[in-house]
């Protein structure tokens, strides 16, 4: 009791500890966040196998079961060595191997050390931002699962509704105590957010023959709106929009992407979320002085 005392008193009378703390800690999720992003989607995908087998009357296959989300421990993914303690330190492992397995020498993405830096820094944003307190354990426990559902995305074009439907609740239990919004803006966000794009979707569709988004965005539009109150989307949707199309262009311009193949929107809504619960007030101000 008298060493956890200490330590909030370090943590809240100085700043630099905090953003410290949680900077070291956020590596560490961002290793765990790795392991979510890598295999959620196959334990997804198997289990969605399994059940339409079921409503179908099929015989269950005999398949290997794809590893949970904390066993088996990680491994690489070559020589299927499991990895040591040593060598899954964050960031340092990656490079004091210089980016191989230790034993196969097969290089390692460079996307493990990538999230795991980032989640470091953005959870040092929060803490800087909000200080020690409720806000600050609100806003990581988003940061990292908007940091988990961007992964996904980007590597599946997918965003699951096991991910999306607590994250969209959370946001509005949090602000039943008006943490962020008042309770009314979040249910009115949630709802417009993800009509909104119900709508804008549907009519995309209607004069293009063509789906112009996945129904998980609808899902993580609605849990921007859960969370920042129905104010912040405008916000949310432009700057998201924006990032995607200039994003796209670039890469079709490099011929690094098809014309016709699809980006995911996701990742565009996750930063424009993290963006907004972090400087939704200034950004409203200056939003108001630009109509005045």
Excluded at 41 to 50: F, K, N, S, Y
Aim: proline residues 6%; glycine residues 12%.
């Amino acid at each position: 009791m008298i060493a956890a005392a200490a330590l909030r008193v370090a943590l809240e009378g100085h700043p630099v500890w905090l953003d410290g703390t949680m900077f070291v800690l956020g590596l560490v999720v961002g290793s765990f966040l790795n392991v979510v992003i890598h295999r959620l989607p196959a334990i997804l995908e198997q289990d969605w196998a399994r059940h339409c087998r079921e409503l179908l009357g099929e015989p269950a296959q005999v398949v290997s079961p794809v590893p949970g989300l904390a066993f088996p421990g990680s491994h690489c993914p070559h020589c299927h060595t499991p990895i040591g303690a040593r060598d899954n330190i964050p960031v340092l492992s990656f490079l004091w191997l210089r980016g191989r397995c230790r034993q196969c020498h097969e290089p390692i993405s460079w996307r493990y050390p990538a999230f795991e830096i980032i989640t470091g820094v953005l959870s040092a944003s929060v803490a800087q931002h909000f200080g020690f307190g409720l806000h600050t354990l609100a806003a990581l426990g988003l940061t990292w699962t908007l940091i988990a559902l961007a992964g996904i995305d980007l590597e599946c074009q997918l965003l699951p509704d096991v991910i999306t439907l607590p994250l969209l609740w959370a946001g509005l239990l949090v602000n039943t105590t008006g943490l962020f919004t008042s309770l009314s803006g979040a249910v009115w966000g949630a709802a417009t957010g993800y009509g909104a794009l119900w709508i804008l979707f549907h009519l995309f569709r209607k004069i293009t023959g063509k789906d112009g988004m996945g129904h998980g965005d609808f899902k993580l539009f609605a849990v921007g709106g859960a969370w920042l109150g129905w104010i912040a989307l405008p916000f949310v949707i432009l700057a998201a929009s924006f990032a995607g199309a200039v994003v796209g262009l670039t890469l079709i311009m490099l011929k690094r992407h098809d014309r016709d193949a699809p980006i995911p929107f996701g990742p565009f809504l996750c930063a424009a979320i993290w963006i907004g619960l972090l400087w939704n007030g200034p950004i409203l101000a200056a939003y108001l002085r630009l109509g005045h």
